[in-house]
Structures are given as C-alpha cells and as structure tokens.
C-alpha cells in the first residue's frame, strides 16, 4: 500500500487504519471516496463522504469519516466474483 501525498478525490479507495485515526486502530476500513467536505477543519484533517468496500469492493455501507490526510494509504483490492 502506498502513503497518499495528494488530496484524496472523488473515486478514489483508501485503506483507513490508525494512521489516519485512533478510531481505526483496530479494524482498518476500506473506503471508497465520493466527496471531500470542502470546510475548514483542524490542520492536515478532513471529511471524506464515501462507502465502506468488503474485500472485493462491493459497497456495504455509506459513511463519513475524519481522518489525517498524512495517514491515508491507497488501497489494493481483490478482484471479485459479480
């Protein structure tokens, strides 16, 4: 997985873990950005709207999340079966 440098954008997947937020810590999240919540927020912080993936990206759930843009990581997927 490689450290993302660069403002996460619309389609983009990232593997969320406790870099980006403690609240990952345990269970890292796959997620599939839909927007960036263009507000101000805490220095190298943001909101990011998307989907939660399962391991072969199929979305399972829509959510919001805040995290460190420092801790994102692009995320590799299995292909799966449709």
């Known amino acids: 997985m490689e450290q993302m440098h ?25 997620f599939r950005v839909i ?20 391991p072969t990206g199929e979305a399972i759930e829509k959510r919001e999340i805040f995290v460190q843009r420092a801790g994102l990581r692009a995320a590799a997927l299995r292909p799966g079966r449709r």
Do not use: C, K, M
């Open 6 to 30: 660069n403002q996460p954008r619309p389609g983009d997947v990232l593997l969320i873990g406790r870099e980006a937020s403690v609240q990952f810590t345990v269970n890292e999240l796959i």
């Open 35 to 54: 927007r960036v919540d263009p507000r101000p927020t805490y220095d190298g912080w943001l909101w990011l709207h998307g989907y939660s993936l399962n």
